[in-house]
């Protein structure tokens, strides 16, 4: 049981589901009211959105792991996986993968409508059919993979609203934004382990890391007026608007010392920072909300 519940990437998972749970709240109704918005949750369909895109999420992973399985048996980092490890056959982790992404599906689809349902079904389709097979093509496969990557929060926002609008596009740019320097940062860190399997991250392709170090300068850059678009549209109040401003700022440097100082150690500064950046927004979101 430990070895399938470790297909599903539970780590990455719950990252998954804290947007979830951000794109839902932006989009119930009256969520610009201050927390009189709590009147209109039905805890039933937030139940359905969370399991339905865990399910989903740990689906895709599972089946991930599956068709990367050669792949991972080359890399010290993965090769402990239950796939490459010998400790789980492979027809038996591709029927649970399809399982869990089914049952996800049916999960959103019937628990709480067919968009959000549809969004889970493209994010998980454009995620094992296009971008992992990318990844032994091009170093663009990041960019590509940015894309299922940024949707859960917009899979939230359709589970409440039943619609997309400006709001839902935000949440979506924030974290797409968000993944470069966090992606090329473990690019970075294990450029070696990628090399020997054969995905050409743009590590891999150009060792030096200059491409690497600028992209995670550039994005990190854009990520700061992006980031300020809650406060503008009234999705949340000044002190998020500070704050997200410090934190971009603190994203940022992070960047600007990987690329005055091409070393491991401020990869995984970039690393360590972007993993402290997401819950730290996301909460200021959460917690000044226009009324309070």
Not at 15 to 37: D, E, H, K, Q, R
Not at 134 to 159: D, E, F, H
Not at 229 to 245: C, D, F, N, T
Request: hydrophobic content about 50%; proline content about 5%.
């Amino acid at each position: 049981m430990r070895d399938y519940i470790e297909l599903t990437k539970p780590r990455i998972t719950w990252l998954i589901l804290m947007s979830t749970g951000i794109g839902y709240f932006f989009g119930l109704p009256g969520a610009a009211n201050g927390w009189a918005f709590l009147r209109s949750i039905h805890l039933l369909s937030l139940l359905h959105t969370i399991v339905g895109t865990g399910l989903l999420a740990s689906g895709t992973a599972a089946l991930n792991q599956w068709y990367e399985r050669v792949a991972d048996s080359k890399m010290r980092r993965t090769a402990h996986r239950p796939l490459p490890s010998g400790r789980l056959l492979a027809p038996r982790a591709l029927a649970f993968g399809a399982a869990l992404s089914v049952a996800g599906f049916l999960e959103l689809w019937l628990g709480v409508n067919l968009l959000s349902g549809l969004i889970g079904a493209f994010t998980l389709i454009s995620y094992l059919f296009i971008y992992t097979p990318l990844k032994q093509r091009t170093w663009w496969s990041t960019t590509i993979g940015a894309i299922p990557g940024a949707m859960p929060p917009v899979i939230g926002y359709a589970a409440a609203a039943g619609t997309l609008t400006l709001q839902s596009s935000v949440l979506f740019a924030i974290l797409f934004l968000w993944q470069f320097p966090h992606f090329y940062s473990i690019a970075w860190m294990y450029k070696e382990d990628y090399a020997r399997a054969g995905i050409r991250m743009l590590p891999v392709v150009e060792p030096d890391c200059r491409s690497t170090a600028r992209q995670i300068l550039l994005y990190g850059l854009a990520l700061i007026p992006v980031s300020l678009l809650p406060g503008i549209l009234g999705m949340s109040g000044r002190i998020y608007v500070v704050g997200a401003l410090l934190l971009g700022l603190f994203y940022l440097y992070s960047g600007v010392r990987v690329t005055l100082e091409r070393t491991l150690s401020r990869a995984r500064g970039v690393l360590l920072t972007s993993v402290l950046y997401l819950p730290l927004i996301y909460g200021l979101m959460l917690l000044d909300r226009p009324g309070l």
